[in-house]
């Protein structure tokens, strides 16, 4: 039963503090997304990639964020200084997207709970 | 700029059918998506639209209109474990996933 693995599953830790969540996309997939979900915001997109390659990381403050593939089977997603207000849901989420066509599904993984103090 | 309206919350009867409508409005569109999320739990494809007219899988249904920028969710036969969050998602011209805020729905016996 392939799935989507994201790991931890919850993290609390101090303001200031560098948080790194990881993410395995299901195997064969090429496109990867890590979204974060608050109560207020909903769903939002921070970074996807595409073969490895980024693609958009414009949802993603740049200043403390930074989402990598060092290879097909791992995604990273990175805060560094992590603040109160980067409490949320991280999902991330793999499809697959041949040629010109597009990812219509993507299958998410359980998501990390982050809780910054 | 980009818009997607659904409505915040719906209750429904088991057994009973429930629509959950979407509009939008996007810097183009290659199609619409319908996820559902239960509580704690992470989002899980239910179905896409890229053309006018009805998808049906099982219980569920979904319809699309792209000139009215109108889609919907119909759920059948409802049951107590449909008791969760619908989310609209509809793909734009730079093939970016625009998230609706979800429309829980809430079962009851």
């Known amino acids: 039963d392939a799935r989507v693995t994201q790991t931890p599953r919850h993290k609390v830790t101090e303001m200031g503090q560098e948080v790194t969540m990881r993410c395995q996309p299901i195997?064969?997939?090429?496109?990867v997304f890590w979204y974060r979900q608050t109560m207020m915001q909903g769903l939002e997109l921070l970074a996807y990639?595409?073969?490895?390659?980024?693609?958009?990381d414009s949802g993603m403050p740049k200043d403390r964020f930074s989402a990598e593939m060092p290879d097909a089977t791992l995604a990273t997603l990175k805060i560094q200084p992590s603040e109160p207000r980067d409490s949320a849901v991280y999902f991330c989420a793999s499809g697959l997207t041949l040629g010109g066509d597009l990812t219509d599904t993507q299958y998410f993984g359980p998501g990390t709970r982050l809780t910054v103090l | 700029g980009q818009n997607i309206d659904q409505p915040t919350e719906m209750t429904a009867t088991e057994g009973a059918i429930v629509q959950i409508n979407c509009t939008y409005q996007?810097?183009?569109?290659?199609?619409l998506s319908w996820y559902q999320q239960h509580d704690g739990g992470a989002p899980t494809f239910l179905s896409y639209n890229a053309l006018d007219g009805l998808e049906e899988t099982g219980r569920f249904s979904s319809f699309l209109s792209r000139s009215k920028g109108y889609s919907y969710l119909l759920l059948k036969e409802l049951q107590m474990k449909d008791s969760a969050s619908y989310l609209c998602?509809?793909?734009?011209?730079?093939?970016?996933?625009?998230w609706g805020a979800g429309t829980k729905l809430i079962i009851k016996p």
């Open positions: 195997l064969g997939h090429n496109t």
């Open positions: 996007t810097s183009g569109f290659y199609g």
């Open positions: 990639f595409r073969n490895r390659a980024p693609l958009d």
């Open positions: 998602a509809v793909m734009d011209s730079n093939y970016q996933l625009i």
